[in-house]
C-alpha cells in the first residue's frame, strides 16, 4: 500500500514537471516568433505594454514628423533602422501617396518617408526634440488629409486632458 502511493506521488510530480516544461518552452517560441512577425520597438514584444488598434486617423487633418523622403521602401527602410529612439519606434516607413498635400509639404522628393502622425502640434514637436536626441532629422509637416491604408504612430501623443493617449479625434484633426 506503502509502494502505491510513492508511485502515485512520484507520478503527479513528473506529470508536474511536463507541465512546466512545456508551458516554458511554449511561451520561448512564443517570443520568438512574435520577434520575427513584430519588428520594430522592444515595446512590442513586451506583453505588459497595452495594445491599441492601429489608428490610421483616415479622413483626419493630421502633423507629420518627417525624417527624410527617399525613392523606395528598401531605402527608407534602411535609413529608418540607422536611427535609435530607445524602447520607441520612433519612424514608420510610408509611403508619401497615403497622405493627401503631403508631397507640396515636403522641401524634397521622393515616394517614400519616414513619419510619425500626431493629431496635435505639442505632440509633434515632443517627437521631434525626440529625435533631434536620438541625432535624427525632424521636419514637422502644415496639416495633411490621412487617406488610410498606413499606420504611422497614431496614439502615441498624450492626450490635451491629461488622461493618457489621444486616441480619438481632435477638433484641429477633425476631418474637414
Known sequence: M???GKLRARNAFA???LVVISLGLGGTL????GAERYPGAPAVLDPA???M???Q?????LILVVGGTYASQAAAEAAAA???FGELQGYYVVP????QGLSDALPTNGKWALASAFRTMEGAKEFAALAADARAPAFITPRVVSLGGVFAGLGQEADPSGLGSLTHVVPASAPG
Do not use: C, L, N
Request: no cysteine.
Open 96 to 99: 508619401i501617396g497615403r497622405f
Open 82 to 84: 540607422s536611427y535609435r
Open 57 to 61: 486617423g483616415v479622413g483626419e487633418q
Open 53 to 55: 488598434a492601429m489608428d
Open 15 to 17: 506529470a508536474g514537471g
Open 30 to 33: 512564443t517570443t520568438v516568433r
Open 49 to 51: 505594454v497595452p495594445r
Open 2 to 4: 506503502m509502494r502505491v
